[in-house]
Nanobody
Framework: QLQLVESGGGLVQPGGSLRLSCAAS????????IGWIRQAPGKEREGVSC????????NYADSVKGRFIISRYNAKNTVYLQIDSLKPEDTAVYYC??????????????????WGQGTQVTVSS
C-alpha cells in the first residue's frame, strides 16, 4: 500500500517549463527524505535533486542547478519538481523516491527503498 505516483511529464519545447508531481500514499512524506532521479535511454540513473525529511535542506546536481526546484506541500502529501529552461538533454523518465528519515541528503546517493514508476519528460522542437 506504500506508493509514490509521478505525474506532470510530457512533450515540451526547449526553453519551456514543467512541474512534476509525486503523490505519496500509505505513509507521510514529511518523515522521509525525497529524491528526484532521471534516466535517459541507455544511460545510468542520475539523481537531480533531494529534500531532507524536515524539508529545510535541498540539494541539486550541477547539471540542473538554477533550473530545477524541489518543493513539498505537506497538506497534499505531495512533492514537486519545477523544471525551467528545459534542454533536450533533460529528456528522460523522471522518478521520485523516498527513504525514512534523513537530516541531510545528496543527489548522488540513490539508496531509496521506495520508488515511483516514473513520468516521461521529452524536450524537443
Amino acid at each position: 500500500q506504500l506508493q509514490l505516483v509521478e505525474s506532470g511529464g510530457g512533450l515540451v519545447q526547449p526553453g519551456g517549463s514543467l512541474r512534476l508531481s509525486c503523490a505519496a500514499s500509505g505513509f507521510t512524506l514529511d518523515y522521509y527524505t525525497i529524491g528526484w532521479i532521471r534516466q535517459a535511454p541507455g544511460k545510468e540513473r542520475e539523481g537531480v535533486s533531494c529534500m531532507s525529511s524536515s524539508g529545510r535542506s535541498t540539494n541539486y546536481a550541477d547539471s540542473v542547478k538554477g533550473r530545477f526546484i524541489i518543493s513539498r506541500y505537506n497538506a497534499k502529501n505531495t512533492v514537486y519538481l519545477q523544471i525551467d529552461s528545459l534542454k533536450p538533454e533533460d529528456t528522460a523518465v523522471y522518478y521520485c523516491a523516498a527513504r525514512y528519515g534523513g537530516s541531510w541528503c545528496s543527489p548522488t546517493v540513490l539508496a531509496y527503498p521506495y520508488w515511483g514508476q516514473g513520468t516521461q519528460v521529452t524536450v524537443s522542437s
